[in-house]
T-cell receptor, first 116, second 111 residues
Framework: DAGVIQSPRHEVTEMGQEVTLRCKPISGHDYLFWYRQTMMRGLELLIY????????DSGMPEDRFSAKMPNASFSTLKIQPSEPRDSAVYFC??????????????FGSGTRLTVV | RKEVEQDPGPFNVPEGATVAFNCTYS??????FFWYRQDCRKEPKLLMSVYSSGNEDGRFTAQLNRASQYISLLIRDSKLSDSATYLC????????????FGAGTILRVKS
């Protein structure tokens, strides 16, 4: 299994530009999560999907952030327009209810975003 | 009050030492608990689940105290390779399957 795949690994962009982060969950997993990690705030859950449907987006910081999951194998997190305070590592994670909660989530390697 | 709280450390210990971390959670309805490990500039990885009866995996022992709402992780015979950040994680199942992460405890094992 290839695991959770995120792209790009690194992104440097100018303030005001649109940024799109991508995630491919593990095949068969029906939950997908987007987290953001900063030194100040740690790991924060932004949004999660179950069977491609957004369940809880209460962690999305503001309207500049949006997330989609058009099918079971792909999700995007978009920031438009980006701001320097959006600089962070963004992780995608997936989990399958066919397994057991005891196995927790599997994280992708993350996208390190820098907005200058 | 934060949903999951941990002492950020750092804990600086010599090789071979025993070290323990505690974590408290606020939601008494929480039902699943985990310890994750995160190395510098890497993604979090599941270290172990925490069961009500306590569980052990080699040098690692996890305990859960539901009455006091805390979780612990004990590492025996510390190795240099144990140096990492340890994240306490709680599944807020009343909100669906949503893992909430503590801020992490930094462990540095020195020779």
């Amino acid at each position: 299994d290839a695991g959770v795949i995120q792209s790009p690994r690194h992104e440097v962009t100018e303030m005001g530009q649109e940024v799109t982060l991508r995630c491919k969950p593990i095949s068969g997993h029906d939950y997908l999560f987007w987290y953001r990690q900063t030194m100040m705030r740690g790991l924060e859950l932004l949004i999660y999907f179950n069977n491609n449907v957004p369940i809880d987006d209460s962690g999305m910081p503001e309207d500049r952030f949006s997330a989609k999951m058009p099918n079971a194998s792909f999700s995007t997190l978009k920031i438009q327009p980006s701001e320097p305070r959006d600089s962070a590592v963004y992780f995608c994670a997936s989990w399958g209810t066919g397994g057991t909660v005891g196995y927790g989530y599997t994280f992708g390697s993350g996208t390190r975003l820098t907005v200058v | 009050r934060k949903e999951v709280e941990q002492d950020p450390g750092p804990f600086n210990v010599p090789e071979g030492a025993t070290v323990a971390f505690n974590c408290t959670y606020s939601n008494s309805a929480s039902q699943s608990f985990f310890w994750y490990r995160q190395d510098c500039r890497k993604e979090p990885k599941l270290l172990m689940s925490v069961y009500s009866s306590g569980n052990e995996d080699g040098r690692f022992t996890a305990q859960l105290n539901r009455a006091s709402q805390y979780i612990s992780l004990l590492i025996r015979d510390s190795k240099l390779s144990d140096s990492a950040t340890y994240l306490c994680v709680v599944n807020m199942m009343e909100y669906g399957n949503k893992l909430v992460f503590g801020a992490g405890t930094i462990l540095r094992v020195k020779s």
